[in-house]
């Protein structure tokens, strides 16, 4: 229950910086993967390359769903408060996402450097967030230990 009040404090500041606060969660994660797309040019893509930048058309008609955005977002959430809390997020649940979208749903390398980037800025958001107000306290990390583990 802790982590759902930590999570609705992250929504709330995470919609600060917006120019413009999105009124829903639809409208949220637009702006989340419009903000990845805006970033695909500092992404490795393809034998370590960094991806075109994204196109109009992209931009437009994204690559990956709303859906799926917001699974990765949630992903991301659990992994900034496990880096907040000093577990191991990139083991537990960083790699295993990035296989499952990988070889499950055969995302493409632009795909993945989204799914990446989109994973990245929620652990900023939190760890910015969060940081500042001292050590992790042990309820947040006994619920991050039952929901960390990615399972697809």
């Not at 500092?42 to 196109?55: I, L, S, V």
């Not at 109009?56 to 008609?61: L, P, Q, T």
């Amino acid at each position: 229950m802790r982590l759902l009040a930590v999570i609705v404090l992250l929504f709330a500041s995470v919609t600060g910086a917006f120019a413009q606060v999105p009124k829903n969660r639809e409208e949220y994660m637009q702006k989340i993967l419009q903000i990845a797309l805006e970033s695909l040019q500092n992404a490795r893509c393809e034998k370590g390359e960094r991806c075109a930048p994204a196109t109009d058309a992209e931009k437009k008609n994204p690559p990956l769903t709303l859906a799926e955005t917001s699974q990765i977002v949630g992903r991301g959430i659990f992994s900034g408060g496990a880096a907040y809390c000093g577990m191991d997020w990139q083991k537990r649940n960083f790699e295993p996402m990035m296989a499952y979208w990988r070889n499950e749903k055969k995302k493409n390398a632009r795909q993945l450097a989204l799914i990446a980037i989109i994973h990245g800025i929620m652990i900023e958001q939190i760890t910015a967030n969060f940081s500042s107000k001292g050590p992790c306290p042990a309820e947040i990390k006994k619920d991050l230990e039952t929901k960390l583990d990615f399972k697809p």
